[in-house]
């Protein structure tokens, strides 16, 4: 949608589908409080009604039939949601009431919103960056409160926050480069040029560091459990779980499929995933299973290897990824200890010991030092443009002053598509395609 798609008046229904005790519907637009009108019958039109009120009354059909009594919020631009003029009608939430209002604002002239184009034109009217957008999505479907808390710092603003931190000292060397053009002799003082520069790539590396826990909080993690057969995987799905999901006997190589299960997990949405034991078998299925557990861990965001401490220790698969992915577990600790390692978590899936303990190195592994930062990056073309930013901060402090000025431009201008403030309509369009209609 371009800004000239503006001058039309769009509605939607605009809560979840389903019956619920309120239902509302939006229409936002030039001619909205002139539709509005038409369907809502109170003391005063709504197209009377200053901004910020809310009128009592009847929604009404086109044959005068009352189809409800509810409330109309007025909303004048540019203090309403999109920055244009807003009227959201409040019925009991019947999907047959709200078909019939939505129906009838159609019918009044206005058409049928694509989705999140009411957010799409908060965007357009500067009302929220990109990047405040895509946080507004993050809150509707954000399933914890890691999620939900990244979700309201971004749309508070405090990503564009820190993302104007770093135009900033950029923008102070790239000043002072330019001037060079007029002053050569001068040359670029140091502290227009080295402090500025560290500033930004400290702070840049600090906002790509986020980009990992970000997309976890918003999209979840996967979690493989890998180790020999009767290494405890089961038994620990079942423990984090907090009832029993995956069968559990003493048999070697029960699991022969893998299993998947779903839970928050020190307030990040994880599905946990219980792989067939790993061993050297002759048995077809079951050496299918443990290909299949091998291509499951390489492809997960985190790999619990299990090994049982209460058996003499067996190397793990050399398949498994590195050392940064993965969390060596020692399972049966209420059992005599065959060895122990200090680089091992020590956990008991009978009595609950080290379970607190490996919930904290999950979630640490997971988030690391991102936790005691601010706002995240949360979609990959967030930490795209923010890598391309950082990318060209490193190259300009390498490069003559001449030279550098390029490069400094170029960060500048990944900075601005992180935002959403120099972004192609293709990458909007691409955004708003996510979100549901009504929002």
Known sequence: MTRLGLSDTIAAIATAPGSAGVGIVRVSGPEALSIADGVFRGRRRPSATRGGRFLFGQLVAGDGEVL?????????????????DVAELQTHGSPAVLGQVLARLLELGSRPARPGEFTQRAYLAGRLDLAQAEAVLGLVNAGTDTARRQASLGLSGALGERVERVAAHVTRTLAAIQALLDYPEEGVPEEDRDAPLTAAAAELEALVGTARAGQVATRGA???????????????????????????TPIPGTTRDYLEANLSLAGMPVTLVDTAGIRETEDTV?????RQAVSLARSADLVLALEDGSLPREALPAELPGDARVLRVRTKSDLPAAWTDRGTLAVSAVTGEG??????????????????????????RQADAARRALSHVRAARLLSDELAGYELEEALRSLAELTGRDVGEDVVDAVFRNFCVGK
């Not at 409800?68 to 244009?84: I, K, N």
């Not at 020999?228 to 559990?248: H, T």
């Open 286 to 290: 079951e050496a299918a299973g443990v």
């Open 68 to 84: 409800d009594e509810g409330l109309c919020l007025v909303f004048r631009a540019p203090r309403s949601y999109t920055g244009e």
């Open 222 to 248: 996967r979690l493989a459990l890998i180790g020999p057969p009767n290494a405890g995987k089961s038994s620990l799905l079942n423990a984090l779980l907090g009832f029993e999901r995956s069968i559990v």
């Open 355 to 380: 379970l607190p303990e490996l919930r904290e190195a999950i979630h640490a592994a997971l988030i690391g030092d991102a936790a005691r930062g601010e706002a995240w990056l949360t979609t990959e």
